[in-house]
């Protein structure tokens, strides 16, 4: 399974914030797009989308920024990137042009538990897990 770009800077953008040092420290999308090299409009739609998702806040005007919540700093990998790629299946069967083996395919079912034990094993890292030292230092010093 491969992730969407939007997941991907959404999963980073969650990194970012879990390494800011305090909730005073003022986090944007600008920055982040900055350090994770990324447009900053696709990376506010993908904070966007954490917003609605309830793992981040986001406060406008000259002291605002975005700021992990309670449940954001408690979600697994699995539940942010279940958030992110929504229900999403793997293979689309039914569609535009329908697929004439759909009656008797069980690759449908195989691949979607697939997708779930890919969630299920992303379940077991936190944020932390993802946040080592070495990043802390990265985006830090890339903040300045």
């Known amino acids: 399974m491969q992730l969407s770009r939007f997941s991907d800077l959404g999963l980073r953008a969650m990194m970012r914030l879990a390494v800011s040092s305090s909730a005073e420290e003022r986090v944007t999308t600008k920055i982040i797009a900055r350090q994770v090299n990324a447009s900053e409009h696709y990376v506010a739609k993908a ?28 979600a697994t990998v699995g539940e942010i990137v279940r958030g992110l790629e929504g229900a999403a299946e793997v293979v689309e069967c039914d569609g535009d ?46 903040a300045r």
């Open 47 to 74: 904070v966007s989308k954490l917003v609605d998702l309830g793992l981040v806040d986001s406060h406008r005007g000259r002291s605002g920024g975005i700021f992990l919540t309670t449940r954001g700093r408690s």
């Open 97 to 142: 042009h329908p697929c004439p083996l759909s009656a008797a395919c069980r690759l449908r079912r195989v691949l979607d538990q697939a997708q779930e034990e890919f969630y299920r094993h992303l379940d077991g890292y936190s944020l932390d897990d993802l946040v080592n030292p070495q990043l802390r230092k990265i985006l830090h010093l890339s």
